[in-house]
């Protein structure tokens, strides 16, 4: 009880620590499947206290709180999406490090792609430019890397 | 021709959502728990840990919630507040003693004055989880139909009950009146 | 007194970079060879009394004046005198003075070094400098004042961040700021053009050694901040994509690009207004990543004390330059068109697609940092934008150029004849793929497919690099030291692909509760928690952990790990006790004290976690010795190059 107690009072006091890190003190699971499980959600889950931090880095209660719940749920079955919407239902999209493919955030991942196909054929259209207009030059002593 | 002057467009179109941004609070998370259900709970209650406090007793009225702890700096500076908007009587106040030490609460709650109704006592920070609370102190408007109408974060003012709280609560209550 | 000197030479300093930024533009708008020439004596003198400026605010610290605001919010008077100096840019008004003596710096050296510059050209440069230093200045004396009184006087100060009281800080900002900043240069370089309306043949060579001095300190201001992070921090993380990194990445990615892009502008003259626009794009980034640290738009754990005046102020400054230089691209850009021709398979391709695939890079950074602040602005909602979107998004293009690279070091000019270096090239890559499979299975016993990717194309870099050098070493002929720079910066990139995917891969964490005489067994290595005791600081309080490491029953090292508080601010903070061998690093942080004498403790493997830095470093040696080719020294007689240009001298 009083080791309770006292774990208590030290988070409460380590609360503000910002930038402290957070070392989990509970037994890992048993099934390292699921141990891992829990370390990739954990780890894509924001603090709403130390903003910089993920759950599993930060000291503040409210994650260990959120760690806690994070653990339960794993142990008593449910699947990630079901714990990230859990998460997500009680503080919205911000909670999450990874973005969620929605409507809003189709730009956001599709991106990568547009941004290549856009600029190859940006780039594609010089290099025919160029090539053509070299076809006309006459040849001269070229070559070199320097 | 024309683009070259893509670069200095797009630096426009940045520099316009940049001015916008300055405006807002990067660290400022909406909740998404307004237009919906509040969230059930039953907690022991303070004073007595017999005696419970549930959700499904406040229905049928507007009430207010009011997360805070004896650690929080700014749920001291707001406690007169609410002891003041306590004593306006328009809707009940409930207390969410949250991660706190209930000897400590009981002794601050008699030393700077009671404006509950009722204070839940979270040990286990569950319920604040449930409401989505993340920094201290936070109060929550709940409608007589049980649906979350508005959320405050940071110390409550009186400004801000006249202008947020207040309205709302008429709202409610004519809507409600209108209804039947 | 001191104090107040140093606010007056602060002063004195902006009005003389105002007279540079005036003789600068207006000598050569007007004509007045007199104004022209008064630009460089401007300059000296405001690096002078820059420098007196920030010499005064050193003393204040060094003397712990805490009648100064800033240096009693930042020091104290037990803080060691080493890190009272380094206190001085620890936040947000001393780094912005830092940033002014940087800038001061970079365009003294360009008054000093112009001298084969045409003047009206070297004027304009400076005046550019001196357009931007007046911004900054000014920024500073206006709303954020690192003279500012307390009175009455602190008794004493609230101490220095923590985080930041390590010997780091000595060098990371310094050095990360003098590079960022540097990109001033290169930028003034190309508004100079635009405002001239042409650009010489020779401006290329001009700028190059700028830009790659700056480069240069900003890859090892980066690799430094992603060092310290690793050590100081606690997580063994070296990178977070936090909006502030990446600040000072984006800048280094289109730095990367032209560099690049100057190569094909030097050699062939071509993509002249691609470059100007690179060079303006560079500096810009970098003011742009100067305003998301401190105007409080972005959450970052890097993020100074914002305050919306500041903000607005650094945006307005945003759009006379950023807005400015574009517009005059937009103007002046076209008739900058260039004629000359290049196969499809050429190193002029290939450069385009370097410069692609980095630009890509750099513009899903950007997205990544300030989606959020769209979607908010658009009243959408609030997201976050973490590393896992940035560690999967990078790949896209980051892979494609790996693997370009390898091909396109070999192209020649105008019209590369690659089929000689088939053959080569494809048992070099099997070679690549070959070690990419094998070591992983070998030496850390698993096998992922994006591992074996990463492995095989770090790989195939490096030996892709060698391959020519060697080649012509072993036929005994010379290598020009821009073809060596060359090949030891992308041997660079090579290791520091290796690092990141040996390390991403094989890592293994361990949150473990030890009791004294406890141990816990990691790839091999037992990690035995011996004892902790005490450790009294001079502004902190510590308890220290011996932990002794062992393989096979042989002791391998002995850690010590710490938790300490400090003083002033009592906030605990972990102190890391790492091992370092050339392939892994080990790697304990304490967690909390469990009661008992038992402890909670964080251990780490890290395999190859050093190559991303060793990575890094030769990188910037490699551009450290391109840049003392013989081609940027200062040369007496007039080359053929020199007729070509117009009759001027070579530059440097």
Redesign the interface.
């Known amino acids: 009880m009083t080791?309770i107690l006292?774990?208590?009072l030290?988070a409460?006091t380590?609360?503000w620590?910002?930038?402290?890190?957070?070392?989990?003190?509970e037994r890992?699971f048993d099934d390292p499947a699921l141990q891992a499980r829990y370390?990739n959600i954990t780890r894509?889950l924001?603090c709403?206290?130390c903003?910089?931090e993920?759950i599993a880095?930060s000291n503040a209660?409210?994650a260990r709180?959120?760690r806690r719940?994070v653990r339960e749920m794993i142990a008593s079955g449910q699947t990630d999406d079901q714990i990230r919407d859990f998460m997500?239902?009680?503080?919205?999209?911000?909670?999450?490090?990874?973005?969620r493919m929605t409507r809003?955030?189709f730009?956001?991942?599709a991106?990568?792609?547009l941004?290549?196909a856009f600029?190859?054929f940006?780039?594609v259209r010089?290099?025919?430019r160029?090539?053509?207009?070299?076809?006309?030059?006459p040849e001269g002593p070229?070559?070199?890397?320097? | 021709m024309w683009k070259f002057i893509i670069p200095f467009g797009l630096f426009v179109v940045l520099a316009a959502f940049l001015y916008v941004g300055l405006q807002r609070d990067p660290?400022y998370?909406?909740?998404?728990?307004i237009g919906k259900p509040a969230p059930e709970f039953s907690l022991p209650s303070l004073q007595d840990a017999a005696y419970p406090v549930s959700s499904a007793d406040l229905k049928g009225r507007s009430w207010v919630f009011n997360v805070w702890g004896t650690?929080c700096g700014g749920c001291r500076q707001e406690h007169q507040v609410l002891v003041a908007i306590a004593k306006q009587n328009v809707v009940p106040l409930i207390g969410l003693d949250w991660?706190d030490d209930s000897a400590a609460a009981q002794q601050w709650l008699r030393e700077l004055g009671n404006p509950y109704a009722a204070v839940a006592s979270d040990a286990?920070?569950?319920v604040?989880?449930?409401?989505?609370v993340?920094?201290a102190p936070e109060t929550f408007l709940i409608g007589p139909d049980g649906t979350v109408l508005y959320k405050h974060i940071a110390p409550m003012t009186m400004e801000v009950w006249a202008k947020e709280f207040l309205p709302r609560i008429e709202a409610a209550k004519s809507g409600k009146g209108g209804q039947t | 007194m001191i104090v107040e000197l140093g606010l007056f030479a602060l002063i004195v300093a902006t009005l003389l970079a105002s007279a540079q930024a005036w003789f600068g533009i207006a000598g050569p708008a007007f004509g007045n060879r007199r104004w022209m020439a008064a630009a460089k004596p401007a300059v000296a003198g405001q690096w002078v009394f820059v420098v007196i400026s920030f010499g005064a605010l050193c003393w204040a610290f060094y003397h712990n004046d805490f009648s100064v605001l800033y240096v009693a919010g930042n020091s104290n008077s037990a803080l060691p005198k080493f890190y009272r100096i380094t206190a001085v840019w620890g936040a947000h008004e001393g780094s912005l003075l830092l940033w002014a003596l940087a800038l001061a710096t970079w365009s003294v050296a360009v008054g000093v070094f112009s001298r084969n510059l045409p003047e009206s050209y070297a004027a304009r440069v400076l005046g550019v400098l001196g357009v931007v230093s007046v911004g900054f200045q000014l920024f500073i004396l206006l709303t954020s004042n690192p003279f500012e009184r307390l009175l009455p006087a602190a008794v004493d100060g609230r101490d220095l961040n923590p985080?930041l009281q390590d010997p780091a800080l000595a060098f990371h900002p310094p050095m990360l700021y003098t590079g960022y900043v540097g990109m001033a240069v290169p930028f003034a370089f190309a508004v100079a053009a635009l405002l001239e309306g042409r650009l010489d043949e020779a401006w290329a060579r001009w700028v190059r050694p700028w830009v790659t001095i700056a480069w240069m300190l900003l890859t090892v201001g980066i690799a430094l901040g992603s060092w310290w992070a690793y050590y100081e921090?606690?997580?063994g993380g070296w990178w977070?994509w936090?909006p502030v990194e990446n600040a000072s990445f984006m800048p280094w990615l289109v730095a990367t690009a032209l560099i690049h892009s100057l190569a094909v502008t030097e050699?062939r003259g071509?993509f002249k207004s691609w470059t100007l626009l690179l060079a303006i794009i560079a500096f810009s980034l970098s003011l742009l990543g100067t305003f998301l640290v401190r105007s409080g738009v972005l959450?970052?754990?890097h993020a100074f004390a914002s305050d919306p005046s500041r903000g607005l102020f650094i945006l307005g400054f945003l759009g006379v330059c950023i807005g400015g230089s574009l517009a005059l691209f937009a103007w002046r850009g076209p008739a900058l068109r260039t004629?000359?021709?290049?196969?499809?398979v050429s190193?002029?391709?290939f450069l385009?697609?370097n410069n692609?695939l980095l630009?890509?890079a750099a513009?899903?950074i950007l997205?990544?940092t300030l989606?959020p602040l769209f979607?908010d602005a658009m009243n959408?909602?609030?997201?976050?934008?973490?590393?896992?979107?940035f560690d999967t998004?990078f790949m896209?293009?980051m892979l494609p150029l790996l693997l370009l690279l390898g091909v396109g070091?070999?192209?020649?000019?105008?019209?590369a004849?690659l089929e000689d270096m088939k053959r080569p090239l494809v048992m070099l890559f099997v070679a690549a793929l070959v070690f990419g499979i094998v070591v992983p299975v070998v030496a850390y016993g698993s096998l992922h497919f994006m591992t074996s990717v990463g492995l095989t194309a770090g790989t195939w870099v490096i030996v892709s690099a060698l391959y020519e050098p060697v080649q012509r070493l072993r036929r005994r002929q010379s290598l020009?030291r821009?073809?060596v720079g060359m090949t030891l910066a992308h041997i660079g990139v090579g290791l520091f692909a290796i690092g990141v995917t040996v390390t991403q891969s094989y890592k293994i964490?361990?949150?473990v509760?030890l009791r004294p005489g406890q141990s816990v067994t990691m790839k091999g290595y037992d990690f035995t928690f011996k004892s902790s005791h005490e450790v009294p600081g001079p502004n902190y309080q510590a308890i220290e952990s011996e932990i002794v490491v062992s393989r096979n029953g042989r002791e391998v090292a002995t850690l010590h790990p710490q938790k300490r508080v400090y003083r002033v601010q009592r906030?605990?903070?972990?102190e890391a006790g790492i091992e370092v061998d050339w392939n892994r690093d080990l790697f304990v942080?304490m967690?909390?004290?469990?009661?008992d004498g038992s402890w909670?403790?964080?251990v780490q493997y890290k395999p190859m976690v050093r190559f991303i830095w060793l990575g890094a470093l030769v990188m910037a040696l490699g551009g450290f010795i391109a840049i003392t080719d013989r081609r940027y020294r200062p040369r007496r007689e007039a080359a053929s190059e020199a007729v070509a240009a117009g009759g001027r001298a070579p530059a440097r």
């Open positions: 080791r006292r774990t208590l030290l409460l380590l609360a620590a910002g930038g402290a890190l957070a070392i989990d003190t890992a370390d894509e924001r709403l206290v903003q910089n993920t880095d209660t409210l709180d959120l719940e997500i239902a009680r503080y919205g999209d911000f909670v999450l490090y990874r973005p809003m955030n730009l956001l991942w991106a990568p792609v941004l290549l600029g190859a940006a780039v010089v290099v025919r160029r090539a053509a207009e070299a076809a006309l030059e070229e070559g070199g890397q320097s | 660290s998370i909406p909740s998404p728990l650690w991660k286990e920070g569950r604040a989880i449930d409401w989505g993340y920094g | 985080l921090l606690g997580w977070f936090d050699k071509l959450v970052s754990v004629k000359g021709g290049f196969s499809v190193r002029e391709s385009l697609f692609l630009l890509v513009a899903l997205i990544g989606y979607l959408l909602g609030k997201i976050s934008v973490g590393p896992p979107y998004v896209v293009p070091m070999h192209a020649s000019w105008k019209k004849k020009s821009g073809v964490e361990k949150d509760a906030s605990p903070m972990t942080a967690g909390e004290d469990l009661g909670s403790m964080r």
